[in-house]
């Protein structure tokens, strides 16, 4: 049988990649994207586009129908700082959109889900080095609490109607392809898009605020690869710890400077260093490695200079268009 695959939040930062990358797996007609918003040029001309807003329930079975959809992916969601100036918003989106999907694998109408967690799932009284897959999750952000839930209700759905959901507790995602969607990890990629424009940047964090991040190759590598893997290996249905590179805003410029030794980072911090403060400073992903294989492949060198070529080509060609 053809896999169709809907994946709904298409405009955001995971969902420009994903997108792309799992049409040149499944084919460019067989995966479906869906946003309340048009998604990048790429994404609208290279395969089908749904408009969609998640929390309608009804448009949501209707395109799912339209389409033969096995598979869904679910990245809509409003993000830690984001949700903070909007509580209602984010408990609704983060939790409705969640049980509209799980709804429709309990009554067969697709088969598979992913639905991204996060490191937000984890609090202040979490062990902060190589955080556990099995620990203290006591989360104090509307963004956490709802993650958290959200991990409660797919392993719900597993063990009471066997509903096939898998999820990985992504740490801040770092790519040069989709804008930053309003999290507290943010400056990972704003600091470069300010380093190659203006050569300078004022981070939102203190200077030796260590958090646990990972390139968006890798991440969107780890999601396909988890989603592919037999359903017999896949032996957490909340989600997965995912690790990969923790560094501060201290260590990421001092790797900038060595591609573009004129810039400067200064530092002013707001109320998303009090988000920072109750996250880990590193991850401790034995459990993913183990069940289906998972392993990371940037490090902090690597993605620093994929990061910095790519951006630079992307401003040069944007210029050049202008």
């Known amino acids: ?22 049409r040149k797996i499944y084919g460019e007609n067989n995966v479906i994207a869906s946003d309340i918003k048009p998604s990048s040029y790429e994404i609208m001309n290279s395969g089908p586009f749904e408009k969609m807003d998640v929390m309608d329930e009804k448009l949501l079975g209707s395109i799912v129908k339209k389409h033969n959809i096995t598979q869904i992916y679910l990245l809509a969601a409003l993000l830690s700082a984001t949700a903070e100036k909007n509580i209602e918003l984010g408990w609704g989106l983060n939790m409705r959109s969640l049980s509209h999907v799980l709804d429709l694998a309990r009554y067969g109408l697709i088969k598979k889900i992913f639905w991204p967690s996060s490191i937000a799932v984890f609090g202040p009284t979490t062990p902060k080095n190589k955080t556990p897959q099995y620990t203290v999750m006591e989360p104090n952000t509307v963004y956490g609490i709802s993650k958290l839930a959200g991990e409660r209700w797919n392993e719900y759905y597993w063990n009471q109607f066997n509903v096939d959901v898998r999820s990985l507790r992504y740490p801040g995602l770092i790519g040069w392809k989709g804008k930053p969607g309003g999290g507290t990890t943010d400056y990972a990629v704003e600091i470069f898009h300010q380093a190659i ?16 991040m990972m390139y968006m190759k890798d ?4 999601t396909i690869e988890l989603m592919e893997s037999e359903s017999k290996k896949i032996k957490i249905r909340s989600s997965y710890n995912l690790a990969g590179i923790s560094f501060s805003p201290e260590e990421i410029s001092e790797e900038i400077k060595k591609y573009l030794p004129a810039f400067n980072i200064s530092y002013k911090e707001d109320f998303r260093q009090k988000i920072a403060d109750s996250w880990p400073s590193s991850i401790d992903d034995n459990h993913a490695q183990k069940d289906w294989g998972w392993k990371i492949e940037y490090d902090l060198q690597k993605m620093t200079k994929d990061m910095i070529k790519n951006l630079t080509n992307k401003y040069q060609k944007k210029t050049v268009n202008e």
């Not at 049988?1 to 799992?22: D, F, N, R, W």
């Not at 424009?197 to 646990?212: A, E, H, M, V, W």
């Open 219 to 222: 991440a969107i590598r780890a």
């Open 1 to 22: 049988m053809q896999e169709k695959i809907l994946i709904i939040g298409s405009s955001g930062q995971i969902g420009t990649e994903l997108v792309i990358a799992l």
């Open 197 to 212: 424009k203006n050569n300078k940047y004022q981070c939102f964090l203190k200077k030796c605020t260590c958090l646990p």
